[in-house]
Structures are given as structure tokens and as C-alpha cells.
């Protein structure tokens, strides 16, 4: 019965997290919506740049091309964010079917470190005044410089990416260089007249109005934008996006993969709890979803499964705790290997790596040694629960008779005669006829 509630329990969880994450974004107009009418499509994106922004923008860019909109425009604002991510926003903007206008926007905003690319990107790229775009020196997720060793292999890896973007969107590669290099930065209108980005705009009407018949061409798409009459159609983050957001940073990712491990190791060694089970089966589907985004090392991955097998090995088998301190190593191993950055870096603080490993290696040892002894305890109940009890002979044994043992009168036998009133040991059950001894009283 608890293993089908189990069951059920599971099967749900998985129902709701599938609905979650299929459930990719609202739309919301600005007037009533009209399949016929011409619109163009909107969205912010005021954030790192990660797995969750980078999914977004893609989707973002299937629905413009599904509905025939004429442009996609994307309101950024961002300090910058993961390398892999924004190489894909790139390619994504590059290839899309659809014109995409990248808008600094609003006042205060920036496009700082990944932003700056994805800006340069853009079929038009605009910015409001009182932005900034710029220094987008590579560093590590952590925020540090990234080791001498990797330093200069990364730098020229952007720079060559940089300057292919210059080229085909006719902007300043000097000055991207410079902006990878030395992390220069510039104002919005420094940026227009260093050919960094093609207008200034005050706000998305004066931004309509001025890309207004700009034509764009490039390999696969040519097209003149036109903005008068149109609708404005804004995409918002659906419950999916929001949850990958949430769970994409590789700290939270890991803290899941450890309370999912732990959450089915309880299950599995403690059957009938249910409620471990299913809160370990969602744990690990959330962050087997994250994991998905994120520059994993699945040797990390492996060590860590290796550890709860022989954790789980520790319980079946006498090692004299050598099987939980090769596990403990596993789990140490599998930690640090787990997620690394293009730099080489790990990308897990030691402030979350250490109190994890200790916390999950004694939880995974203490439930260990906890069902290890209740599989050694004497049975409380049941047939077995009578070996070792004693009772009283109510009808002499000759070598059969009565004895009187935890409250019940058994028929019982004995390979001696035992006369009635002595106290016995129950030694073995054979259908249901108990084999005694007599207990000699000192």
C-alpha cells in the first residue's frame, strides 16, 4: 500500500513539474491581439546572462518567426554573464529568421562584459542615453581574473569572436577589441559615434520611429522594417523559464543533486517512509534539468553515484567501515570535478563544497550504520520474535507436551523429559511446535 501511494506520489510530481517546465511564456499586448495584424515582438531581458535568459531568447525568436512578426526586440540590461550562453544568444540572433533589434533600455542600464556581444549582434543595436556599454574582460564565474595560464587563451578566443561579429554587422572591431582587452567601456553616444551601435533612441516610441524604414540584409534574410501601424506584442518568462532561472546557478544545482541522492538512499534503505522518496525523485529531476544547462563533468557525476552505491554496499557488507570511507573519497572526488568553468576553474565555492560533503557523507553514514543495526536486532514480532523467549512446561514433556511462553500455550518438545512447572528456553520453531530446553536454576 505505501509503495503504490509512493508510486503515485512520483507519477504525480512528474505531471507537474513536465506542466512547470513546457509552460515556456505568457504573451500580453498592448491592444487587442489580431492574427492578421502586423506586430513585432518584445522582451527584457535585465539579467545575468545564463542557460534560463539564453532559452528564453531562443523561444522568443521561434514565436516571432511562427507568427510572421517583424521584428523581435529585445530590451537589455545586464553586468553580463555566462561565455557558453552568450556564445548561443549570438548565434541565435545571427541566424534568426526574423530582424532582431537589441535597446539598451531603460535610462541607467548596460550591456557590460556578455552584453556587449550580444548588442553587437543585433540587426540594429540602440541604446538610450544614460546607458552604458562595455568591459567585457572574460572572468571567471566567481568574478575573479581568470589563472595567467588560460588568461590569454580566452582573451584571444573572444577577440576572434568579437572581431567575426564585427565584421558582419560593420561595426568597430577596434574598439570591441579593446573593450576584451582593457575593458574600456563607453555612454550611448560615444558608442554611436565610435560605430559601436547604430542610433540613439529616447524611448521604445522614439526607437519606432527612427528604425523605421532601416533595411536589414544579411546571409539568409532581407527585409525593411516597417513600424507604422503595428502591434506590440511583449513576451513574458513563463513558470519554465523561471524555475531554470532559479535553479541554473551550480550551487543550487548541486545542493538538489545532493538532497535528491540522499532523499532516494533514505528510501531504499528505510522502505515504507514515501515522503524521502518523493522528495528526492523532484529534487533530482530539477537538477538533472539544470544540470542539462551547465558545463558538467560527467566523471563528477560518476563518483558521486559511486559513493551512495558503496554506502548502500556498507549496509549488505561487514568492510569494517572501509566501504564508507571509499565512498566518503568518492564523494569528495565527484564534488570538486562536478562543475568547471571554460577556464578550468571550479565553479563551486569552497563555502558551499566542504559543509555539503561533511553533511552529506555523515547523513549517508549515520543511515547507514542506523539500518545495519535494526538489520542485526532480534525480531519484535512474529514467529521469530520467540526464539531465545522463556516459559513455563504446563503439560510434562515426554518427550512432547505444553509449555506456556509470552502469554499463549504452545505445543512443544525437548530431547529430554522436563516435568511439568520448569522453566524453558525456546531454541527453534518447526510448524508451528516449539523446541525447548530446560533452563537449570541455580
Known amino acids: ?29 498592448s491592444q487587442k491581439k489580431s492574427a492578421s495584424q502586423p506586430h513585432y515582438y518584445a522582451i527584457s531581458i535585465q539579467d545575468t546572462i545564463n542557460p534560463a535568459t539564453q532559452e528564453f531568447l531562443e523561444q522568443a525568436i521561434d514565436r516571432a518567426k511562427e507568427s510572421n512578426a517583424e521584428f523581435l526586440l529585445v530590451l537589455l540590461d545586464t553586468p553580463g554573464g555566462l561565455m557558453t550562453s552568450m556564445r548561443k544568444m549570438v548565434q541565435a540572433i545571427m541566424s534568426a529568421p526574423v530582424p532582431v533589434v537589441v535597446f539598451v533600455y531603460p535610462p541607467g542600464a548596460q550591456a557590460a562584459s556578455a552584453g556587449v556581444l550580444i548588442t553587437a549582434a543585433a540587426d540594429i543595436a540602440a541604446m538610450a542615453p544614460g546607458t552604458n556599454i562595455g568591459a567585457a574582460h572574460p572572468v571567471t564565474g566567481s568574478g575573479e581574473d581568470v589563472p595567467k595560464t588560460m588568461n590569454e587563451k580566452v582573451v584571444n578566443d573572444m577577440v ?18 579593446k573593450a576584451i582587452r582593457e575593458s574600456v567601456s563607453a555612454t550611448a553616444i560615444e558608442a554611436y559615434k565610435l560605430n559601436i551601435i547604430d542610433l540613439v533612441a529616447q524611448d521604445i516610441p522614439d526607437l519606432l520611429q527612427k528604425i523605421d524604414g532601416k533595411e536589414v540584409q544579411r546571409k539568409g534574410l532581407k527585409k525593411t522594417i516597417k513600424t507604422t501601424g503595428l502591434e506590440a506584442r511583449r513576451i513574458e518568462p513563463g513558470l519554465g523559464h523561471k524555475i531554470l532561472k532559479t535553479i541554473s546557478n551550480p550551487t543550487i544545482a548541486y545542493i538538489l543533486l545532493m538532497i535528491g541522492l540522499a532523499g532516494l538512499y533514505f528510501e531504499l534503505s528505510q522502505p515504507g517512509a514515501v515522503l524521502p522518496g518523493v522528495v528526492g525523485a523532484i529534487a533530482l529531476i530539477l537538477a538533472f534539468y539544470a544540470l542539462q544547462t551547465l558545463p558538467v563533468n560527467y566523471a563528477g557525476f560518476l563518483f558521486i553515484l559511486l559513493a551512495i552505491i558503496l554506502f548502500i554496499l556498507e549496509i549488505k557488507i561487514s568492510s569494517y567501515g572501509m566501504l564508507a570511507i571509499a565512498g566518503l573519497i568518492s564523494i569528495t572526488l565527484g564534488s570538486i570535478m562536478l562543475f568547471r568553468a571554460p577556464s578550468g576553474k571550479m565553479m563551486l565555492p569552497y563555502s558551499v563544497l566542504i559543509p555539503s560533503v561533511i553533511g552529506i557523507s555523515l547523513f549517508f553514514i549515520i543511515v547507514a550504520a542506523l539500518t545495519y543495526r535494526a538489520q542485526r536486532m532480534k525480531p519484535k514480532i ?6 531465545g523467549a522463556r516459559g513455563i512446561v504446563e503439560e510434562a514433556l515426554m518427550p512432547t507436551g505444553k509449555v506456556f511462553v509470552e502469554g499463549e500455550l504452545w505445543n512443544a518438545e525437548s530431547d529430554e523429559f522436563i516435568p511439568k512447572g520448569s522453566e524453558v528456553e525456546v531454541v527453534e520453531i518447526h510448524n508451528l511446535r516449539l523446541r525447548v530446553k530446560k533452563i537449570d536454576v541455580k
Open 1 to 29: 500500500m505505501r509503495f503504490k501511494l509512493f508510486k503515485e506520489l512520483l507519477f504525480v510530481s512528474f505531471i507537474l513539474l513536465a506542466w512547470g517546465v513546457g509552460f515556456t511564456g505568457d504573451e500580453t499586448f
Open 160 to 177: 576572434a569572436f568579437a572581431k567575426s561579429i564585427a565584421e558582419e554587422r560593420f561595426r568597430n572591431a577596434q574598439w570591441l577589441e
Open 382 to 387: 512474529g514467529m521469530e520474535a520467540l526464539i
